[in-house]
C-alpha cells in the first residue's frame, strides 16, 4: 500500500480551517466539565501543575507527532500507520496503535454524548428561568432530577448523537470550520464575563484562584498524577488517532510546530478561564469542592441565577458548551468512519449510521449509571466511571506512548524532518528527544508509579 498524496476524504481549505477544526476537537467538554470537577477531586493546584508539564512535555510533542504522522500518511489512522511503516521498512502490525484509537474514541463518544445531553437539558432550563434565584439546594435537586431519570437522559443522549452523526455523515471538511469559528470566541467571551462575576465574590475569589495555582504537594497522589497525565491526553484529544486523521487532512506546507504550539495554548486557557470561573462559586456557596461529575451543572446556575440577564447569559452558556462539545464528539467517531469508508467501501452515510447507532446502544450503560444501574459496580465504579477510566487514564496514555515511540524509532529521522520541516535544528532535536525519551518515559514512570510498583 502505497501513501497517497491527498486524502479521499478531502482536505482543509486552509491552514486557518485545520486550527478551527482541531481546536474544535481540543475544546469541548474536557476543558470545561471535566476539568475543573477532577482538579477538584484531587486537591487543585499540585494537580494543576502536573497538567500543564504534560502538556507541555508529553501533550505539545506528541500533537506535532500525530499531525505529521496523519498528513504523511494521508489515509485513516490505521492505513496510514501501516503505509508509513512499510516504507519504513518495518512491520506493519504497528497498525495495532490505530486500533487502540479507533476503539477509544467509540468508548469516549458513547459517555461523552450522555454528558453533552445533560448540558442540552440545561440549555433549556436556563433560558425558561430555572435556575433565577436558586440556592445550592436547589441547583443540586434540579441536577438530581434530570440525572434520576434515564428517559430523559436517553432522550438528550440520542438528539445528541443523531447531531453528531449526521454532521459526519456530510463529512467533515466543509462546514465544521464555520461553526467553530462561531464558538471559540462567544465561548471565550462568556467564560470572561463568569469569571468577571467570579471575580466579585472578593475573598472567596482568591481563595479559588489560589486553589487553581498554588501547589500544595501533599495533597496529589500516584492516581491523581496518572488523571493529570490523562487529561492532557483527552483535552488536547490524542492518543487516539483523532488529530491524526485531521492531520491527513492538511494542506502540504502548514507549519506544524506553529499549529500545534497555537491548539494547546487556546485549549489550556480555556481550561484554566473555566477553573477562576468555577472555583471561587464553589467556596462562596459553600458547595463541595470533591462534587464530581455533577460540579458544574450544580455551580454555575448559582451564578446564572443570581446576575441580571443571567437566564440568556447561561442558556447561551449551555448552548456554546453544547457546541463545543459537539465539534468534539465529531472528531472522536472520525477515524473509524474513516476507516469504513477506505477499507469497507461502505457510503460516509452508512458508516455513519452503524457507528452511531452502535456508539448509541454502548451509551446506555452511561445513561443507567446515573439511575436504575447506579449499583452496577465493578473495580469499585460505576460504568460511566469505568469507561471514563479505562479510557482516559488507559488507553489514550498507552496510544499516545505508542505513537510516541512510532514517530521517535520507527520512523526515520529523514521523514519526520522532512515532513516537520522545522527549519531550526534546536527546536527539531528538541522535539525529537521529548518524543524520543522523555514523552514516553514519563507516561512509563506514571503508570508504573500509579499501581505502585515504583514505591
Ligand atoms: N478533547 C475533547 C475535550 O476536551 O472535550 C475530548 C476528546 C475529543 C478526546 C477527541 C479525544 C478525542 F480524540
Not at 450544580?298 to 443571567?310: K, N, Q, R, S
Not at 460505576?382 to 521517535?408: H, K, Q, R
Amino acid at each position: 500500500m502505497n501513501r497517497p498524496s491527498t486524502s479521499i476524504h478531502g482536505q482543509w481549505s486552509s491552514r486557518w480551517a485545520f486550527i478551527l477544526a482541531a481546536t474544535g476537537s481540543a475544546v469541548g467538554l474536557g476543558n470545561i466539565w471535566k476539568f475543573p470537577y477532577i482538579t477538584g477531586e484531587n486537591g487543585g493546584g499540585a494537580f494543576v501543575l502536573v497538567y500543564l508539564l504534560c502538556i507541555a512535555c508529553i501533550g505539545l510533542p506528541l500533537m506535532m507527532a500525530e499531525v505529521m504522522i496523519g498528513r504523511r500518511g494521508r489515509q485513516n489512522p490505521v492505513n496510514t500507520i501501516k503505509s508509513i511503516s512499510k516504507e519504513e521498512k518495518k512491520s506493519p502490525h504497528w497498525k495495532f496503535i490505530a486500533w487502540i484509537g479507533l476503539l477509544a474514541g467509540f468508548i469516549i463518544l458513547s459517555y461523552y454524548s450522555v454528558i453533552a445531553g445533560q448540558a442540552i437539558a440545561y440549555v433549556f432550563r436556563s433560558f425558561a428561568g430555572v435556575f433565577e434565584g436558586v440556592t445550592p439546594d436547589g441547583a443540586h435537586n434540579i441536577y438530581a432530577t434530570l440525572t434520576s431519570d434515564p428517559e430523559r437522559l436517553l432522550a438528550w443522549h440520542t438528539v445528541f448523537i443523531v447531531c453528531t452523526m449526521t454532521v459526519v455523515a456530510r463529512g467533515v471538511t466543509g462546514g465544521l470550520e464555520k461553526l467553530v469559528t462561531f464558538i471559540m470566541p462567544a465561548l471565550v467571551a462568556i467564560l470572561l464575563i463568569l469569571v468577571g462575576f467570579a471575580a466579585n465574590t472578593g475573598d472567596y475569589f482568591t481563595q479559588g484562584v489560589e486553589f487553581l495555582f498554588s501547589p500544595d504537594f501533599s495533597k496529589i497522589t500516584p492516581e491523581g498524577v496518572l488523571t493529570a497525565m490523562g487529561h492532557a491526553f483527552f483535552t488536547l484529544s490524542l492518543g487516539m488517532g483523532a488529530i491524526m486523521v485531521y492531520g491527513s487532512y492538511l494542506p502540504k506546507n502548514t507549519s506544524i510546530l506553529k499549529v500545534s504550539i497555537t491548539i494547546a495554548i487556546a485549549d489550556t486557557v480555556i481550561a484554566l478561564l473555566a477553573g477562576m470561573a468555577i472555583f471561587p462559586l464553589v467556596f462562596a456557596n459553600g458547595l463541595s469542592i470533591g462534587a464530581g461529575p455533577g460540579l458544574i451543572f450544580e455551580t454555575l446556575p448559582i451564578a446564572f441565577g443570581h446576575m441580571a440577564g443571567g437566564a440568556l447569559f447561561g442558556g447561551m452558556f449551555f448552548l456554546l458548551l453544547v457546541f463545543a462539545a459537539w465539534s468534539s464528539a465529531i472528531s472522536l467517531i472520525e477515524p473509524a468512519i474513516a476507516w469504513l469508508v477506505e477499507n469497507k467501501q461502505v457510503s460516509r452515510r452508512r458508516a455513519s449510521v452503524t457507528a452511531g447507532f452502535a456508539v448509541w446502544l454502548l451509551g446506555l450503560l452511561t445513561v443507567f449509571s446515573y439511575n436504575i444501574g447506579q449499583h452496577w459496580i465493578l473495580f469499585g465504579k460505576t460504568m460511566f466511571e469505568l469507561l471514563d477510566y479505562l479510557t482516559a487514564n488507559i488507553m489514550l496514555p498507552l496510544g499516545g506512548l505508542f505513537i510516541a515511540i512510532f514517530a521517535g524509532w520507527t520512523m526515520s529521522k529523514k521523514s519526520t524532518q522532512e515532513e516537520l520541516a522545522i527549519t531550526s535544528p534546536i527546536v527539531y532535536h528538541g522535539w525529537l528527544i521529548l518524543i524520543r525519551y522523555i514523552a514516553p518515559a514519563a507516561v512509563i514512570i506514571i503508570f508504573l508509579n500509579a499501581i505502585g510498583l515504583l514505591g
